[in-house]
């Protein structure tokens, strides 16, 4: 059973626009997200986080979103630069960790010239 | 500040014999996870350790165990290999520990089972 959903495999947008990823989940008891970056062969790198508290978190280009009652969150690119071309990973953590990060599956993003 | 890494990079083993990971942290890190990473199912958390002790375990056998040295140098081994355990492994720092904290990553040890 797959607690946190990204059900987009890839993304492809064009440089200068929006990118929206998003990412559900199911479990309640989550109550911090993340979503990570990764390469290829490098370990995912941190790019944004959100506690339930909020709904809405900024650090520059990246925007996440949180819908609580939905269980749904999101991280808005804008605008899109070919560097922006990677794996997206949305994790989502239960305040105690015992479980880990929760990872979904990922989306590739795919940034167009 | 140097991040985290991961030795070896790569490793080829066959089935039936064991293998031995290793991970230093971001200096000042005292919590250091492992997770595994496979196509189909994709990142799975293994474990955490902090301040040398197993604070956490994911869902995974016996034959997946670890430690963590006093200078939070963590080291993971499988026993008895098998062809699904090949998988890139990484192994994750933070200042705290899980629950609400940032994790930061290295690139990884790339298994494969033979």
């Known amino acids: 059973d797959q607690q946190v959903k990204q059900n987009s495999p890839s993304l492809s947008v064009q440089e200068g626009r929006i990118s929206i990823l998003n990412c559900d989940y199911t479990?309640?008891?989550?109550?911090?997200f993340l979503w990570y970056k990764k390469y290829p062969a490098e370990g995912p790198t941190f790019l944004i986080s959100?506690?339930?508290?909020?709904d809405k978190n900024e650090d520059g280009r990246f925007t996440v979103f949180l819908n609580k009652s939905a269980k749904h969150l999101s991280l808005h690119i804008v605008p899109s630069q070919p560097g922006d071309s990677a794996v997206y990973f949305c994790?989502?953590?239960?305040?105690?960790?015992?479980?880990?990060?929760?990872f979904g599956k990922g989306t590739h993003l795919i940034i167009q010239p | 500040k140097a991040g985290v890494t991961q030795t070896p990079r790569y490793l080829i083993k066959t089935r039936g014999q064991q293998v031995t990971l290793s991970c230093s942290p971001i200096?000042?890190?005292?919590?250091v996870s492992w997770y595994q990473q496979t196509p189909g199912q994709g990142l799975q958390f293994l474990f955490e350790?902090?301040?040398?002790?197993?604070?956490n375990k994911g869902n995974f056998p016996g034959r997946f165990s670890g430690r963590q040295f006093s200078n939070s140098r963590s080291e993971m081994n499988v026993s008895t290999l098998e062809l699904g355990d090949s998988a890139l492994y990484l192994c994750?720092?933070?200042?705290?520990?899980?629950?609400?904290?940032?994790?930061?990553f290295g690139p990884g040890t790339r298994l494969t089972v033979l």
């Open positions: 350790y902090f301040s040398e002790t197993q604070r």
């Open positions: 479990n309640s008891m989550f109550d911090y």
């Open positions: 200096s000042g890190h005292r919590s």
């Open positions: 959100i506690s339930s508290i909020k």
């Open positions: 994790a989502a953590d239960s305040g105690g960790g015992a479980d880990g990060l929760t």
């Open positions: 994750a720092s933070s200042l705290q520990g899980l629950g609400n904290n940032e994790q930061f």
